[in-house]
């Protein structure tokens, strides 16, 4: 029998999802690093599913990878650096970096790697949509107060609304709120849902991926999450 996960994969709020990343960390002794990791390739995998190379119109597969200075950032880093051992060709755009080490550690592969970094977001959104096939949204994930967004990301809001190439959003769609959509946020046509699909994700009708195949059963039973069946040995489905 075959699941219908858009009917049944159950959909968290802001608190349960620190409480299953919490114990994760503490009961289950993932590691931080080892939970990015796991997610970042999970969103580069999604990537290539929903943008195959062959698709993409321009004769360079370049993505523009934007990325906040919180884990959804360091979440973007990991995914930039598997694209690029998929043969894609990110840019980073890193509007403020974190002095977390995991982060700076995320910067530095991406670097040893060769991936460009921009220090500023082009102002003219015609040369996003001339020089990118694709933009990544890792900026602020479930843990934002989108209620008090500080520059410089409103303006980075307002151009991303503007653009006309895909956009793939890294768990929760900035300007979003965790429990709900939002008419301030931008309007992506991908969402790669991490663990499980936050509250907000309902409002969503584009491309939805979910990477949480890696979560203990015995996680999956307490907090009701009603996962469904992965295919094969892959390590996200799409809903």
């Known amino acids: 029998m075959t699941h219908s996960p858009r009917?049944?994969?159950?959909?968290?709020n802001k608190g349960e999802?620190?409480?299953i990343?919490?114990?994760?960390?503490?009961?289950?002794?993932f590691g931080q690093q080892q939970l990015i990791e796991i997610w970042g390739q999970a969103c580069a995998i999604a990537i290539t599913k929903a943008f195959p190379l062959s698709s993409l119109a321009k004769k360079q597969p370049t993505v523009l990878v934007i990325c906040g200075p919180d884990q959804n950032g360091s979440i973007g880093l990991v995914c930039a650096r598997h694209l690029r051992m998929?043969?894609?060709e990110p840019t980073i755009y890193h509007p403020q970096r974190s002095s977390?080490?995991?982060h700076q550690d995320f910067t530095v592969q991406c670097e040893k790697m060769d991936i460009p970094s921009l220090s500023y977001l082009p102002t003219e959104v015609q040369l996003i949509n001339d020089a990118y096939n694709l933009v990544i949204d890792a900026m602020m994930g479930p843990d934002a107060d989108c209620a008090n967004i500080k520059e410089p990301y409103p303006g980075i809001l307002v151009t991303l609304k503007q653009v006309k190439i895909p956009i793939a959003s890294v768990d929760v769609p900035s300007g979003w709120d965790v429990e709900e959509a939002s008419e301030d946020g931008i309007a992506p046509e991908v969402l790669i849902s991490l663990t499980a699909p936050k509250k907000c994700a309902r409002g969503f009708s584009g491309k939805h991926f979910l990477a949480g195949r890696f979560l203990p059963y015995d996680i999956q039973k307490k907090y009701e999450l009603n996962l469904p069946d992965y295919p094969g040995t892959d390590c996200l489905l799409e809903l």
Not at 7 to 12: G, M, S
Not at 21 to 29: F, G, H, I, P, V
């Open 17 to 19: 999802a620190a409480a």
């Open 21 to 29: 990343e919490t114990e994760l960390l503490r009961d289950y002794r």
């Open 7 to 12: 009917q049944e994969v159950t959909n968290k």
């Open 86 to 88: 998929y043969e894609y």
């Open 100 to 102: 977390q080490s995991l």
